[in-house]
């Protein structure tokens, strides 16, 4: 039952009862009895517009979602700028990234772990994840191999 529909009953109940409206306390329920009438029209108004907001709030958060999805599209490669393959550089097993030759370091400050390729002077890395500007030293041998595959593959 429903809050107008016992609303709805009381009202029938007093009306059957044949309170007195002339006596001081018949016009207080009588009062009483109309204000629980008006107040449940207006819940069950509340409960409509809250529903409909409901709904409207249920299709702006699947609009969203769609939204999200073309904008955020993790398709991208992390180890290059490629968007054939959805891979780490730990697990890289796509041809793409074949070519070019990758070094890994740790960040002195949070411990991510941070993949470049030759291109990038290891002596001004900045962390992705943290911010934090450090230098990394490479090996000559291992820089040298890593900008001759690079000049090859263009």
Request: with cysteine; net charge negative; proline share 2%.
């Amino acid at each position: 039952m429903t809050i107008s529909e016992k609303a709805a009953y009381i009202k029938g109940l007093a009306d059957g009862t044949e309170i007195d409206n002339t006596t001081k306390e018949g016009k207080l329920i009588l009062a009483l009895i109309d204000i629980v009438g008006e107040m449940a029209e207006a819940i069950a108004d509340l409960e409509a517009d809250v529903d409909t907001a409901f709904d409207y709030c249920e299709e702006l958060d699947e609009d969203l979602g769609a939204v999200e999805e073309l904008l955020i599209e993790d398709d991208e490669c992390d180890c290059c700028d490629c968007d054939d393959c959805d891979c780490d550089c730990d697990d890289c097993d796509c041809d793409c990234c074949d070519d070019e030759e990758y070094f890994e370091v740790e960040c002195p400050s949070c411990g991510e772990t941070i993949c470049f390729d030759g291109s990038i002077d290891p002596e001004e890395l900045a962390c992705p994840a943290c911010g934090e500007k450090f230098e990394c030293i490479i090996a000559e041998d291992d820089l040298a191999d890593a900008e001759a595959t690079e000049e090859a593959a263009e």
